[in-house]
């Protein structure tokens, strides 16, 4: 069993940055791609970025490219999403997911089987 937990959401003001985090338990973490998804009200769950089990073969959407980084630590088990130049229109509740490291080029954008409860992240214009 994976369970994962975001933390770091919050209101912040446009232009502005955040960092969110999620601690992940069990031993299959090092196995394990991660991603980051959002869905702002009315709207479908969307990828924002993924990332490898190695930390390599990151992958963005084209809305987040250049302002959002995807990294992760092994050794803590945690994954995190640094978020600068935030815009109103990144406004969602943000939820991090795992799925089993296939051996994929880059990080997968779905099928992702073990998800967080999210975390809201507002940004005022």
């Known amino acids: 069993q994976v369970q994962l937990v975001e933390s770091g959401g919050g209101l912040v003001q446009a232009g502005g940055s955040l960092r969110l985090s999620c601690a992940v338990s069990?031993?299959?973490?090092?196995?394990?791609?991660m991603g980051w998804f959002r869905q702002a009200p009315g709207e479908e769950r969307e990828f924002v970025a993924g990332?490898?089990?190695?930390?390599?073969?990151?992958n963005y959407a084209d809305s987040v490219k250049g302002r959002f980084t995807i990294s992760r630590d092994n050794t803590k088990n945690t994954v995190y999403l640094q978020m600068n130049s935030l815009k109103p229109e990144d406004t969602a509740v943000y939820f991090c997911?795992?799925?089993?490291?296939?051996?994929?080029?880059?990080?997968?954008?779905?099928?992702?089987?073990?998800w967080g409860q999210g975390t809201q992240v507002t940004v005022s214009s």
């Open positions: 997911a795992a799925v089993y490291d296939s051996g994929w080029r880059l990080a997968p954008v779905r099928g992702y089987d073990y």
């Open positions: 069990g031993r299959t973490f090092r196995s394990h791609a």
């Open positions: 990332i490898k089990w190695n930390g390599g073969g990151t």
